[in-house]
């Protein structure tokens, strides 16, 4: 069983090709696999398989062993993967996704090797009870919630998996490991939530730290900084254009007036390669 280990601004993978479908004990596998101890180490399992819709398809199991439905970061990596290794010479190439369908994908290419990849990643769904939240309203902007007697204020997005994004002044410094868990498994997220805590530097840049759904802190999520943009601006705090500086590095996201699509830039890389 061959693999490879990727990370998109150090959110980390083990990458698993030439499949069919995902194997019967994955969800255990992932558990096992994902181990930084007793395992390979990673935040989650990322399989490519064949799809009837698109040039690839996406699965990703978490290191709890839950499936995600999307992953902006884990989409890089694939898109690198298939590219690098061969599977497509094609630089505009769509990749199927659980949780947000097709996606197109662009892959900026230097000396033979993905640098960038650029991905469509979509609308945004803001009605609360789609992210899904027990919410009832066509959005829900800085909508209050309490946990352990510490009120927040929330904006919900999904990019085909839930966002909870929360402002406080200094993101970098945040105590994610308290208030991260406790957000993620609140009785107003019934699926469970990915929750962001954010602080806006300009107009152009934020800060933004992650709790990850199923995985808990990681270096970087991209469907977390999209969801922080499109926060941002309807929370009128950035333009439609911005950076995220997560604790792996920045991410490049727009929400184009054009056509209501949230827009990824960023990198990946292949760290290295091993069987088991």
């Known amino acids: 069983m061959e693999f490879t280990k990727m990370h998109g601004l150090g959110?980390?993978?083990?990458?698993?090709?030439?499949?069919?479908?995902?194997?019967?004990?994955?969800?255990?596998?992932?558990?096992?696999?994902?181990?930084?101890?007793?395992?390979?180490?990673?935040?989650?399992?990322?399989?490519?398989?064949?799809?009837?819709?698109?040039?690839?398809?996406?699965?990703?199991?978490?290191s709890d062993g839950s499936e995600a439905e999307q992953c902006g970061n884990a989409i890089r990596c694939v898109a690198k993967y298939v590219y690098d290794n061969g599977l497509t010479s094609n630089t505009d190439i769509t990749i199927e996704t659980l949780g947000a369908g097709v996606q197109q994908v662009q892959l900026n290419v230097q000396d033979g090797q993905v640098a960038t990849v650029r991905v469509d990643m979509g609308q945004p769904i803001l009605e609360g009870l789609k992210v899904p939240t027990t919410v009832d309203a066509d959005r829900v902007i800085a909508h209050p919630i309490e946990v352990d007697g510490r009120e927040f204020t929330f904006t919900a997005v999904s990019m085909g998996n839930p966002h909870c994004v929360i402002y406080v002044d200094d993101a970098a410094n945040f105590d994610l490991l308290t208030w991260g868990p406790k957000l993620e498994k609140h009785p107003m997220f019934p699926r469970k939530i990915n929750v962001e805590f954010v602080s806006v530097n300009s107009r152009t840049h934020t800060d933004m730290r992650v709790w990850e759904r199923g995985a808990g802190p990681t270096l970087a999520c991209g469907t977390g900084a999209c969801a922080t943009v499109v926060s941002s601006v309807l929370n009128g705090l950035t333009d439609r254009t911005a950076t995220v500086s997560l604790k792996g590095g920045d991410l490049l996201i727009e929400w184009s007036e054009a056509d209501n699509h949230v827009y990824m830039t960023g990198p990946a890389a292949a760290v290295f390669r091993g069987s088991l």
Not at 44 to 61: C, H, Q, T
């Open 11 to 62: 959110n980390d993978f083990v990458v698993f090709a030439g499949y069919q479908e995902l194997p019967e004990n994955v969800s255990q596998l992932a558990i096992d696999l994902c181990n930084r101890f007793f395992g390979i180490g990673a935040d989650g399992l990322v399989y490519i398989l064949p799809s009837e819709n698109a040039d690839f398809k996406m699965r990703i199991i978490n």
